[in-house]
């Protein structure tokens, strides 16, 4: 009944302790994906250090898959699994992630993003039913889950047809965050921004594309160790069902407009990433994102275009990623939206960073652009 214990085995449960015996110097290692060598993901347990100051060393913090995100990182700690805080007192030196705590509870679960639980995923599919939205079935997947897809509107042949998957890096929870939020707001029947989308489109929205890896805790790959967006240019049942399937239900139905919604290790900003790269993007299709970022920026502070990927950061793997794959297969409007792991550079808040809220914020905020694009397709 006494002394410090460190556990993980829970829904998005993932550390490695190397030992705990001294809470001046509890030492841990990031664990990989479970089929895959992707590291950055941690979610886990402290107990029996209440009003105790502890020192948590990830000692193989350079090692990550984005090891350069770990600069102005700062941990997420949360005493009741709702409101989630920001450990000031993180560093990193190159090699390892150092984080003093001094906990005001008995248990204090620790994240490197406030986590997005299954069960929270299940109440937010089935709430929008009761809303009024369609609840489909994609297929399963890897591991034999549900792809759960929400569908808005009518299908009627007139609608143009608007997709939005989240999730394909389960780490990324900001994303399913995001999709709450709009998914709340498409269900305001007294909002009439989302009473007028509904009317001009069917929305088809997959806010959880790979709830195995999500459950598993890992930061980027299924568990056939596949990064699903890298999957989209000849996905197969065996290793990336996710996608095969989503993409089969997008082939029949027809997409106007795509967005891909993930989070970003590095970047302190909300951005996007379109598809000029992409052979043949014509004049028209850039005038099309630039009026959609422009919309996006007027309808939310959090979303700037100054800060983002090069256009050519993707080469020979560009037609495997969705955006760049919906948008050429497709002809439409695509992007890829990111929102910072860190907090945003543009409005920083020292308590919470970025978050769950406001990534919910950000994603009400993405029907006005939405409304703007289907009102101009042209």
Request: glycine letters at 8%; charged letters at 25%; a negative charge.
């Amino acid at each position: 009944m006494s002394g410090i214990r460190i556990s993980s085995s829970f829904d998005a449960g993932a550390i490695e302790v190397i030992d705990c015996s001294d809470p001046a110097n509890i030492r841990l290692a990031i664990r990989r994906d479970s089929h895959a060598e992707f590291r950055q993901w941690f979610h886990f347990r402290l107990h029996g250090a209440r009003g105790q100051p502890v020192v948590l060393r990830f000692e193989n913090a350079g090692e990550c898959a984005y090891a350069d995100g770990w600069h102005g990182y700062r941990v997420v700690a949360s005493y009741n699994r709702r409101q989630w805080f920001r450990i000031a007192d993180t560093s990193y030196d190159g090699r390892v992630v150092t984080c003093a705590h001094t906990p005001q509870a008995d248990s204090v679960w620790y994240a490197y993003f406030e986590p997005y639980s299954h069960e929270r995923h299940l109440d937010l599919i089935a709430g929008a039913q009761a809303g009024g939205a369609a609840l489909l079935d994609l297929g399963s997947s890897v591991e034999g889950r549900d792809l759960d897809l929400l569908r808005f509107g009518d299908p009627a042949p007139a609608k143009r047809r608007v997709w939005i998957v989240a999730r394909q890096h389960p780490g990324e929870t900001m994303a399913e965050w995001f999709c709450a939020g709009l998914i709340e707001r498409l269900l305001d029947a007294a909002d009439p921004v989302a009473r007028s989308v509904r009317a001009l489109a069917t929305l088809y929205i997959v806010p959880n594309i790979n709830p195995d890896g999500a459950l598993r805790g890992n930061l980027r790959s299924n568990a056939a160790g596949a990064n699903l967006n890298r999957e989209w240019a000849a996905p197969s049942l065996e290793r990336s069902p996710e996608v095969l399937h989503t993409l089969a239900a997008m082939r029949e139905t027809g997409c106007d407009l795509f967005l891909d919604i993930h989070g970003d290790e590095t970047l302190p900003y909300v951005f996007a990433d379109g598809c000029s790269m992409l052979p043949g993007f014509t004049a028209e299709q850039a005038e099309r994102e630039r009026r959609f970022l422009a919309a996006f920026a007027a309808a939310s502070p959090d979303f700037q275009t100054l800060h983002g990927y090069a256009p050519d950061r993707f080469t020979d793997e560009i037609l495997t990623l969705a955006s760049k794959q919906i948008g050429h297969a497709f002809g439409c409007l695509s992007l890829t939206l990111e929102m910072p792991f860190k907090d945003n550079a543009d409005l920083p808040d020292p308590l919470v960073g970025w978050n769950g809220a406001r990534s919910k914020r950000l994603g009400a905020a993405i029907l006005l652009p939405i409304l703007d694009a289907l009102r101009n397709p042209e």
